[in-house]
């Protein structure tokens, strides 16, 4: 199976900052990769797809890139409304299909 | 409006058998392929199970040999039957859409005696 290691688990940051979370493959998934949020008691919500694709109505401070086996994910300018956890995910071929263990993002 | 909604979570003893089911509105489930997510408390994300537009399915180590993942057409609901439950499944259960672009609000399930 596929493992994905996220990091880091948590960072604390402030409003504006620049937020980048990593999300790193144990082997080639291609762009096979999803980021999602979720905010306490919540389902998750898409952001991106094959790695660097927005979702249809989420602002563009969200962004993605990397392909193979390294993965980022950026926050441009941090807002109140972006504190959440973040998943990164791999959909590579025929499942299982894996889950990075989780960013959560607060505000300093 | 494109939405899922689960049902059929709740309190059940270890050994036990449950059965979700998942509603869909504003698309067709056999169209797609439709996954379960769970989470237990306090953690992160695990895939549980997908179900192919043409039939095949898969699971997570996990649960394979306990959980059986299903659709029935005419009514538009995807189903997860959790068999053998143990203290360890114990987890809000998502059902999701072909590339978990549209998921459920969750229902939870705890396995307790």
């Known amino acids: 199976d596929i493992q994905m290691t996220q990091s880091p688990s948590s960072l604390s940051a402030s409003v504006g900052d620049r937020v980048t979370i990593t999300c790193q493959a144990s082997q080639d998934i291609s762009n096979y990769l999803n980021w999602y949020q979720q905010k306490p008691g919540k389902a998750p919500k898409l952001l991106i797809y094959d790695a660097s694709n927005l979702e249809t109505g989420v602002p563009s401070r969200f962004s993605g890139s990397g392909s193979g086996t390294d993965f980022t994910f950026t926050i441009s300018s941090l807002q109140p409304e972006d504190i959440a956890t973040y998943y990164c995910?791999?959909?590579?071929?025929?499942?299982?299909?894996?889950f990075g263990q989780g960013t959560k993002v607060e505000i300093k | 409006e494109v939405q899922l909604v689960e049902s059929g979570g709740g309190l059940i003893q270890p050994g036990g058998s449950l059965r979700l089911s998942c509603a869909a509105s504003?698309?067709?489930?056999?169209?797609?392929?439709m996954s379960w997510v769970r989470q237990a408390p306090g953690k992160g994300l695990e895939w549980v199970s997908v179900i192919y537009s043409g039939g095949s399915t898969y699971y997570a180590d996990s649960v394979k040999g306990r959980f059986t993942i299903s659709r029935d057409n005419s009514k538009n609901t995807l189903y997860l039957q959790m068999n053998s439950l143990r203290a360890e499944d114990t987890a809000v259960y998502y059902c999701a859409r072909g590339g978990f672009d549209i998921w459920g609000q969750g229902t939870m399930v705890t396995v307790s005696s």
């Open positions: 504003g698309f067709t489930v056999s169209s797609n392929y």
């Open positions: 995910q791999q959909y590579d071929n025929l499942p299982p299909w894996t």
